[in-house]
Nanobody, 125 residues
Framework: VQLQASGGGLVQAGDSLRLSCAAS????????MAWFRQAPGKERECVAA????????YYADSVKGRFTISRDNAKNTVYLQMSSLKPEDTAVYYC???????????????????WGQGTLVTVSS
């Protein structure tokens, strides 16, 4: 079972990036998927999550209106479109899967069963 995150890089403030997370080894179509991030010296935080149907999403206040999470179940892939990036968005971004069952949209790292290796996003001012 593997989650492979990609798409990170070095960008300037105001730029956009799209992260991708490809799942393999099992079907994640019924899982809630999420993107977490962890900046140096800070705790890992959930920035966005999406239920298996895509019908329910969650966004951290700090990214609302700038980030969009989506998924393509046919491709077993989840995306995070990031726009208007800020230096404070600099972090390692991880994708995660919750196989459930979980009420609502989980936001805590311990609620997720599978993790990708992380991709670094650096936003320069």
């Amino acid at each position: 079972v593997q989650l492979q995150a990609s798409g990170g890089g070095l960008v300037q403030a105001g730029d956009s990036l799209r992260l991708s997370c490809a799942a393999s080894g099992r079907t994640f179509n019924r899982d809630t998927m999420a993107w977490f991030r962890q900046a140096p010296g800070k705790e890992r935080e959930c920035v966005a999550a999406i239920t298996w149907s895509g019908g329910v999403t969650y966004y951290a206040d700090s990214v609302k209106g700038r980030f969009t999470i989506s998924r393509d179940n046919a491709k077993n892939t989840v995306y995070l479109q990031m726009s208007s990036l800020k230096p404070e968005d600099t972090a390692v971004y991880y994708c995660a899967a919750d196989s459930g069952p979980t009420l609502g949209v989980p936001r805590r790292s311990y609620e997720y069963d599978y993790w990708g290796q992380g991709t670094l996003v650096t936003v320069s001012s």
